[in-house]
C-alpha cells in the first residue's frame, strides 16, 4: 500500500512538472515568472488607484501625466490636486508640484484635492489633511493626504501618524518643505535621466523630437509606439531623458 501511494505520489510530481514545461513551451511561464516578480519587487503603493478608478480633469493629449513632473497620475491619484490655469483645468500628481507651479507665478483658481475615503475630488477649502503620517509622501519627503470628513483624518492619523491641519496649514507645510525636496527631486531626477538615456538606447526608436516637458515626452512615446514593453518607472526615466537632453 506504501509503495502504491508513492508511485501516485511521483506520477502527481512529474504530472506537474510537465504541465510547469509545456506552458513554458507555450511562453505563459515566463508571463507568470514576471508577474510574479513584480508583484515581490513593485508592491502597490499607497497612493496607487487602478486607471479606471482615477478621475482626470485635465484635458488634452498628456491628461494622464502631471504637467510639472510628467508623474503618472494614476499611480499617485490620492495626493492629486486640481487647479484652473489660465481658463484651463491643470491637474497635479500632489500638493508639492501645484505649490511649484504657483511659484513660477501661475495664478491658481478652483483648487479641488482627492479625498483618500472617497477617490473624488472636493474643494480643498473643504479638505482636512494629515500632514507628516507614516505613509509615503509624492514628490515630497513629508507625507500630505486629504480627506473630506475630519473623523476620517484623525483616525488615519491615530493609525499613521501625522498632524491634522487644514487646507492653509498643509499649503505652508508644503512651501517650507519645498526647496528641500525640490533639490532631493533634482538629484533623484538627475539618476533617472541617466538611466533614461541608456533604455532609450537600447529599448526605444529614435526621434528629433525637442519637448517642453515630461508629460509631453510620455506622450509622445505613447502615440507613436517609440519604446518597447515600458513600465511606470521606466517610462518616466525615458520622459525625463527626452525632456532634458
Do not use: W
Not at 500500500?1 to 504541465?19: D, E, I, N, P, S
Not at 488634452?60 to 481658463?87: Q, R, W
Not at 518597447?228 to 526615466?237: F, P
Amino acid at each position: 500500500m506504501k509503495r502504491l501511494l508513492l508511485v501516485l505520489l511521483l506520477l502527481g510530481t512529474v504530472a506537474t512538472f510537465v504541465h510547469a514545461e509545456m506552458k513554458c513551451a507555450s511562453g505563459k511561464c515566463g508571463a507568470a515568472m514576471k508577474s510574479s516578480e513584480k508583484s515581490k519587487t513593485m508592491p502597490k503603493m499607497f497612493q496607487s488607484v487602478a486607471k479606471g478608478e482615477a478621475t482626470l480633469l485635465q484635458k488634452g493629449k498628456a491628461k494622464s501625466f502631471c504637467p510639472e513632473c510628467g508623474m503618472t497620475l494614476a499611480m499617485f491619484y490620492k495626493t492629486n490636486h486640481s487647479a484652473i490655469v489660465d481658463g484651463k483645468v491643470k491637474q497635479y500628481c500632489s500638493l508639492h508640484c501645484m505649490v511649484e507651479d504657483a511659484q513660477k507665478g501661475s495664478k491658481l483658481t478652483d483648487i479641488k484635492v482627492v479625498d483618500v475615503t472617497t477617490l473624488k475630488f472636493i474643494p480643498v477649502e473643504k479638505a482636512t489633511y494629515v500632514v507628516g503620517s507614516a505613509k509615503k509622501g509624492t514628490m515630497s519627503l513629508v507625507s500630505k493626504y486629504a480627506f473630506a470628513n475630519k473623523v476620517d483624518a484623525e483616525a488615519f492619523a491615530k493609525g499613521n501618524g501625522g498632524k491634522v491641519v487644514d487646507y492653509i496649514g498643509a499649503y505652508k507645510a508644503a512651501e517650507d518643505d519645498s526647496s528641500k525636496d525640490s533639490k532631493m527631486i533634482s538629484k533623484k531626477q538627475t539618476m533617472m535621466v541617466e538611466k533614461g538615456e541608456m533604455m532609450y538606447g537600447k529599448m526605444c526608436q529614435k526621434t528629433d523630437m525637442k519637448f517642453a516637458t515630461t508629460a509631453e515626452a510620455k506622450t509622445f512615446i505613447v502615440e507613436n509606439k517609440l519604446c518597447k514593453d515600458l513600465n511606470a518607472k521606466q517610462m518616466q526615466a525615458i520622459g525625463l531623458y527626452l525632456k532634458n537632453r
